[in-house]
């Protein structure tokens, strides 16, 4: 079985100041990684994917993620952050099981960035 | 690319009557489709995982003659709530894959209120 740690509930920081987002998993074999934003009332966007490769990965809005596979995790970071990233921030794990290709999420992290 | 596009965005129902969502991929072919569904401020739990012309796999504790999932084709699915109850009224986001990856794209989601 996979699974996804979010610890922190809610993460605040000023604007300017970098941020990160913190996520641990549990899979069998390789992992596939994702961040997702999700805005009230909207569906989820993608903000970058770890599948192989260089451990940082690079993605959208100047978000970034390192891939730790000793410490099994995927946290996510960004250098200045800005009052519109506020948002609730979704890790997510999969992998091609025997039942397609699941993903399994965190419980999501509440981002507040204040002036 | 990889665009997901949901309808209706939102609906509002009375009790016992049926629900339709669709699902569609618009500029790909999507093997296969997932449902799910998100309670207020809470994480997404995947419903059911549905591949074009054949049943639905639904995750346990689902109930699969409440809500009906079809994948007629490779671009459209669609999740019936039959005879809605206000314990549905939930916000629910379809995703879809393509072919032998693990990357998901994701609906804006539609958000049921059931009165």
């Known amino acids: 079985a996979q699974s996804v740690a979010q610890p922190e509930d809610q993460v605040n920081v000023a604007e300017g100041n970098p941020l990160t987002v913190k996520c641990t998993y549990s899979v069998s074999g390789n992992p596939y990684l994702f961040w997702y934003v999700q805005y009230p009332n909207r569906g989820l966007q993608f903000l970058l994917k770890?599948?192989?490769?260089?451990?940082l990965v690079k993605g959208s809005y100047g978000f970034e993620a390192e891939f730790n596979k000793s410490q099994t995790s995927f946290h996510l970071k960004k250098p200045s952050a800005l009052v519109s990233d506020s948002a609730l921030y979704f890790c997510?794990?999969?992998?091609?099981?025997?039942?397609?290709?699941?993903?399994?999420f965190g419980t999501g992290t509440q981002l507040k960035v204040e002036l | 690319g990889a665009v997901v596009s949901q309808h209706p965005s939102w609906v509002i129902c009375k009790s016992g009557t049926s629900v339709k969502i669709e699902c569609r991929s618009l500029?790909?072919?999507?093997?296969?489709m997932f449902w799910y569904r998100q309670f207020p401020k809470q994480s997404l739990m995947l419903m059911a995982t549905s591949n074009e012309g054949s049943k639905a796999t639904y995750e346990q504790g689902v109930e699969k003659d409440k809500f009906l999932i079809n994948h007629a084709s490779l671009t459209l699915s669609t999740l019936t709530v039959t005879s809605a109850h206000p314990e549905d009224s939930s916000f629910y986001i379809c995703?879809?894959?393509?072919?032998?990856?693990?990357?998901?794209?994701f609906g804006p989601g539609t958000r049921l209120t059931v009165l």
């Open positions: 500029d790909f072919q999507a093997t296969t």
């Open positions: 995703s879809a894959a393509l072919a032998g990856g693990p990357e998901q794209f």
């Open positions: 770890y599948i192989t490769g260089d451990n």
């Open positions: 997510a794990v999969g992998g091609l099981t025997g039942g397609g290709n699941k993903l399994t």
